[in-house]
């Protein structure tokens, strides 16, 4: 694994019924996402004095069905900007071009 550079920036929350955790991860922090057979990562570190590091696994059928609801929300919304529009755009034409069938070796 190896870490990139966030452009942007994170906020992560989690949630129990007697305390509640929230970190944000920003231009200074780091990100990595890796794929295996069964699910997909995403680790956000921010490194320094206040260090705190998020993972989460995702299977791919629950990876799905976010990105359905993502599709279903932004196209009820208002269009976002170029910029984010852009981004979003290039990345969804990677991951639809890594899903497409390979050759056999």
């Known amino acids: 694994m190896s870490l990139h ?3 942007d ?8 019924p007697d305390k509640a955790y929230i ?11 890796y794929a295996d057979d069964d699910s997909v990562a995403v680790r956000l570190v921010r490194p320094g004095e206040d260090r705190r590091e998020a993972a989460m ?3 791919y059928g629950l ?6 609801e993502l599709a279903k ?19 969804a034409k990677l991951l639809c ?7 056999k070796i």
């Open 73 to 91: 929300s932004l196209a009820s919304r208002a269009q976002l900007d170029e910029q984010h529009r852009t981004e979003l755009s290039e990345a």
């Open 97 to 103: 071009a890594s899903l497409e069938p390979r050759p």
């Open 23 to 33: 970190g944000s991860f920003g231009r200074h922090s780091q990100f990595d996402a």
């Open 57 to 59: 696994h995702l299977h």
């Open 9 to 16: 920036k994170a906020e992560i929350s989690v949630d129990f």
């Open 5 to 7: 550079p966030i452009s």
């Open 63 to 68: 990876l799905a069905d976010i990105l359905v």
